[in-house]
């Protein structure tokens, strides 16, 4: 089974949360990404697989965005919860195999492309 979903680039794993006295919440700019993403997958879920159950192997080409220096893997995290909030895979934590490279813009369109395959 493969699910291929084509999102816009996450922030940072760095830029995810926020903490202030008394204790932590998402940051607006996760937000804001997580409702568009979600939006972007509503208008792609059409012929997809449903889900996959159990081990599964992620393929993540992303796009910078501009030409500053960044760590490939802080946009990972995100991509990945993404996936387990939408039922695409039952825990991030059966992600078995993890490949994740810089794209172009062909290559994933909106920022970022998510390409997930279940392991037998």
Not at 16 to 44: D, H
Not at 94 to 115: H, N, S
Request: proline share 6%.
């Amino acid at each position: 089974m493969r699910i291929t979903v084509n999102l816009p680039l996450p922030p940072s794993v760095n830029s995810i949360w926020r903490f202030k006295t008394g204790g932590s919440y998402l940051s607006k700019q996760y937000q804001a990404w997580k409702k568009l993403a979600g939006q972007e997958w509503l208008l792609q879920i059409k012929n997809q697989p449903r889900g996959i159950s159990g081990a599964y192997g992620a393929v993540l080409i992303l796009v910078k965005p501009d030409k500053r220096r960044r760590d490939l893997d802080n946009h990972t995290k995100a991509i990945k919860d993404f996936a387990v909030q939408q039922g695409l895979v039952q825990d991030d934590s059966f992600c078995e195999k993890l490949y994740v490279r810089w794209g172009t813009k062909k290559e994933a369109p909106l920022g970022a492309k998510m390409i997930l395959r279940s392991i037998p």
